[in-house]
C-alpha cells in the first residue's frame, strides 16, 4: 500500500488546477504593489537613502504576517467539516485509510497554495537587502517566522475543521483561537504584568503567541526592548510544537466525528434553546412567517434568523465600546484625523466582507443541496427569488450601514479643517455605499456559480474590494518611478490619487455588478438547475 496515498492523489490534483499557479504570480503582485506604495511614500518625504531598505522591508514582513497567521482560516477551517456535511468522509474510512492518512492528505491539498503564496512574497521581501539598512539576520527571521506561523495557521484550521460541521463555525473558531494565541494571551498577561509589578509568569503569556515571535524576528526590536525577548527562540520551538499537537489531535478525533450522532434529550434542550434564541418562540415565528412571506416568500426562508442582524449590531457595538474607552484614556491620539479614517476603513471593510459572505452563502447551499430546483418548481418566480434574497441583505445589513453612514458624517466634521483628510473621507463614504450594493449581486452572482460560499465570498472581494486597490497602487509606483525621473513631484499627486480610487472603484463596481445582476436575471435557472457545473462566468 503506497504510504499516505491522498496525499500524492490531493497534489496531483492540485497541479492541474490553474489557481495553483496563478497564486504566485499574484502574490509576488501584490507584494510588489506594497514594495511601490512604500517606495512612493519614502520618496514624498525623501528619507534618507540607508532608511529606504527597512522602511520597505518592514510593511512587506507585516504582510507576510498577516497572511500567513489568517491563510488558515480560509484554507484548512473548512476541508474535513465539507467532507462531513457531503457524507463523504465516512466512505473514505470503509477504506484502510487511518484518521492521519485523511488529516495530512487534507493538509498538503489545501496547504499548497498557501505556501506557494507565502514563497512568493520572500524574493519580493528580499529586495531590501540590496537598498540596504537591512540585516540578513533579519531577513532569514522574519522567512523563519512566517513559515512557523503558516504551519500553526493551518493545523489549527484542521483542527477546528475536524471537531466542527458548519462551515461558519470553524472558520469562525479557527479565527477566535489564532486571535487568542497570538494577541489575547500577551493582552492578558501584560494586564496582569501591570496589576502586579515585575510579575514572574509573565513570559509564559508570550511563548505560546505567534504575534510575540512576529515582533521578536527584529533584532534591533530585541536589544531595545530587552527583557521577554530572550525567550524569543523558545517561543518559535514551542509554537511549532503546539501545531504539531493540532494536527495529532486532529488525527485521533476524525475517525470519531464523522459520524451522525443520535441526539441526548440535553442536547435536545440546548438545540431548543439556540433555536428560539435565533428564531424566537413559536408565537413570535408564527407572527414573522405570516409577516414575511406576505413580503416574499423567499425573505421568510433566508432572513428569518435574528441572530444574522444580532451579529453585526454586536460587532458595531464592540466598535463604540473600544472607542468609548480610547476616548476615556487617551483623548488627544483618539481625537486625531488618523484614528477617524483608519477607523472607517477598518469598519467599512469588515461589513463588506460580511455582506459577501451572506450573499454568495445561500444560493450556493440551496444549489448543492437541491432546493434551488425545487423552489423554481413552484410558481414563484426567479425576480422573486432574487428579490427575496436582496430583502434580506437589507434587513441585515440596511441599518447597520447607515449607523455607520451618520459616524462617518461626525469624523467628516471633526476633519473639516484639512482639506487632504476631508476628501479622501468623503471617497470613502460613498465608495462604501457603492462596493456594499454591487457586493450584493456579485456575491449571489458568485454564489449561484459555486458550491463552495467561502470561495464564491473570495471571488466577490477580489473583484470589488482587492481589484481597484490593485490597479491604484500599480498607477502610483508609475507616478513615482516619473516623480523620480522628473527630479521631484508637482504638487497635484495627492489629490488625484484620492480621484483615482474613487474612479477605479466606481468602474469596477458598474461593470462586475451590472454584469451579475443582469446575468443573475438572465441565466438564474439555467444555472441552479445545472448543479454539477460549478464554474462561473464572469
Not at 467532507?83 to 466512505?91: I, Q, S, V
Not at 472607542?323 to 467599512?348: M, Q
Not at 423552489?375 to 430583502?391: D, H, K, N, S
Request: charged share 15%; aromatic share 12%; hydrophobic share 55%.
Amino acid at each position: 500500500m503506497t504510504f499516505l496515498p491522498i496525499v500524492a492523489r490531493e497534489l496531483l490534483e492540485a497541479s492541474r488546477r490553474r489557481s495553483t499557479y496563478w497564486v504566485r504570480v499574484a502574490s509576488a503582485a501584490v507584494g510588489l504593489a506594497i514594495g511601490g506604495f512604500v517606495l512612493y511614500v519614502s520618496s514624498r518625504t525623501r528619507a534618507q537613502a540607508g532608511q529606504i531598505g527597512m522602511i520597505l522591508f518592514v510593511p512587506l514582513a507585516i504582510a507576510s504576517f498577516i497572511y500567513t497567521l489568517l491563510i488558515g482560516v480560509f484554507r484548512t477551517a473548512d476541508c474535513l467539516s465539507e467532507e462531513k456535511r457531503e457524507g463523504t468522509l465516512g466512505l473514505l474510512f470503509l477504506t484502510d485509510l487511518k484518521g492521519y492518512d485523511i488529516v495530512v492528505g487534507k493538509l498538503a491539498a489545501t496547504s499548497l497554495n498557501a505556501f506557494y503564496g507565502a514563497l512568493a512574497l520572500f524574493p519580493v521581501m528580499a529586495i531590501p537587502l540590496l537598498a540596504g539598512g537591512v540585516a540578513i539576520g533579519d531577513f532569514w527571521r522574519v522567512v523563519m517566522v512566517s513559515l512557523n506561523n503558516l504551519f500553526f495557521s493551518l493545523a489549527v484550521g484542521m483542527f477546528c475543521s475536524s471537531i466542527s460541521r458548519d462551515e461558519r463555525r470553524a472558520m469562525a473558531l479557527a479565527f477566535l483561537m489564532i486571535l487568542f494565541f497570538t494577541a489575547g494571551l500577551p493582552l492578558l498577561g501584560a494586564i496582569l504584568c501591570n496589576a502586579w509589578r515585575d510579575w514572574g509568569p509573565y513570559p509564559a503569556f508570550l511563548i505560546p503567541s505567534p504575534g510575540f515571535d512576529c515582533f521578536g524576528a527584529f533584532e534591533e526590536l530585541r536589544r531595545a526592548a530587552g527583557g521577554p525577548f530572550k525567550w524569543f527562540p523558545h517561543s518559535v520551538v514551542f509554537v511549532h510544537a503546539m501545531s504539531w499537537l493540532f494536527l495529532i489531535v486532529a488525527c485521533v478525533v476524525v475517525p470519531r466525528t464523522w459520524q451522525d450522532k443520535a441526539a441526548t434529550p440535553a442536547v435536545m434542550r440546548r438545540r431548543e434553546k439556540w433555536r428560539r434564541l435565533g428564531h424566537g418562540s413559536s408565537e413570535r415565528r408564527r407572527a414573522l412567517r405570516q409577516r414575511l412571506l406576505a413580503i416574499n416568500p423567499f425573505l421568510w426562508l433566508t432572513g428569518r434568523d435574528r441572530m444574522k442582524s444580532f451579529g453585526v449590531w454586536a460587532f458595531l457595538g464592540l466598535g463604540a465600546i473600544i472607542w468609548a474607552i480610547g476616548l476615556a484614556t487617551e483623548w488627544n491620539d483618539w481625537t486625531d484625523p488618523a484614528a477617524y479614517f483608519w477607523t472607517a476603513v477598518l469598519v467599512h471593510s469588515v461589513l463588506k466582507i460580511w455582506l459577501a459572505t451572506e450573499a454568495s452563502r445561500r444560493f450556493s447551499q440551496d444549489r448543492q443541496s437541491g432546493a434551488l430546483e425545487l423552489l423554481l418548481a413552484t410558481p414563484i418566480p426567479v425576480r422573486e427569488i432574487i428579490r427575496g434574497q436582496r430583502l434580506a441583505l437589507e434587513k441585515q445589513f440596511a441599518l447597520p450601514v447607515l449607523v455607520v453612514l451618520l459616524v462617518d458624517f461626525v469624523f467628516l466634521m471633526a476633519m473639516r479643517s484639512d482639506s487632504d483628510e476631508l476628501h479622501w473621507m468623503i471617497a470613502l463614504m460613498v465608495m462604501f455605499v457603492m462596493d456594499m450594493v454591487a457586493l450584493a449581486w456579485v456575491g449571489m452572482w458568485r454564489g449561484l456559480n459555486s458550491h463552495r460560499p467561502n470561495r464564491a465570498a473570495a471571488a466577490a472581494i477580489a473583484r470589488i474590494m482587492t481589484l481597484p486597490w490593485l490597479a491604484w497602487l500599480v498607477i502610483i509606483i508609475l507616478i513615482a518611478v516619473s516623480a523620480t525621473a522628473r527630479g521631484g513631484f508637482n504638487g497635484w499627486e495627492g489629490e488625484f490619487l484620492a480621484v483615482l480610487i474613487f474612479g477605479l472603484s466606481v468602474g469596477v463596481n458598474l461593470i462586475f455588478g451590472l454584469t451579475a445582476r443582469a446575468r443573475l436575471l438572465s441565466d438564474f435557472r439555467r444555472v441552479a438547475t445545472t448543479r454539477f457545473e460549478t464554474r462561473g462566468r464572469m
